[in-house]
Nanobody, 122 residues
Framework: QVQLVESGGGLVQAGGSLRLSCATS????????VGWIRQAPGKEREFVAA????????SIGDSVKGRFTISRDNAKNTVYLQMNSLKPEDTAVYYC???????????????WGQGTQVTVSS
């Protein structure tokens, strides 16, 4: 089992930045790819970004490319999502999720955190 806990969400003005963290206490964290997925009210879940277990491979969603970056620190068992130039349409609950190999398909993740709310005001 992999338990994931997100933090770092909040309210920010358009154009601002936030950094989300996804932490786990598992000792095999480096063997899991981690993705960030978001869901806005009334909308389907949307892939945001993912990173391989080693951190050597990343994938960024088209709607956030050039604004968001993903990274990880396996010594701290933590994955980060740096969000810059935020827009009101980025408002959503952001979830981190894990599986053995990297994927952009949100339905392929095995373990999920509880989510953290990000609200971007105009």
């Amino acid at each position: 089992q992999v338990q994931l806990v997100e933090s770092g969400g909040g309210l920010v003005q358009a154009g601002g930045s936030l950094r989300l963290s996804c932490a786990t206490s598992g000792r095999t964290f480096s063997s899991y790819a981690v993705g960030w997925i978001r869901q806005a009210p009334g909308k389907e879940r949307e892939f945001v970004a993912a990173i391989s277990g080693s951190g050597g491979i990343t994938s960024i969603g088209d709607s956030v490319k050039g604004r968001f970056t993903i990274s990880r620190d396996n010594a701290k068992n933590t994955v980060y999502l740096q969000m810059n130039s935020l827009k009101p349409e980025d408002t959503a609950v952001y979830y981190c999720a894990a599986r053995k190999s990297i994927t952009r398909r949100v339905d392929e993740y095995d373990y999920w955190g509880q989510g953290t709310q990000v609200t971007v005001s105009s």
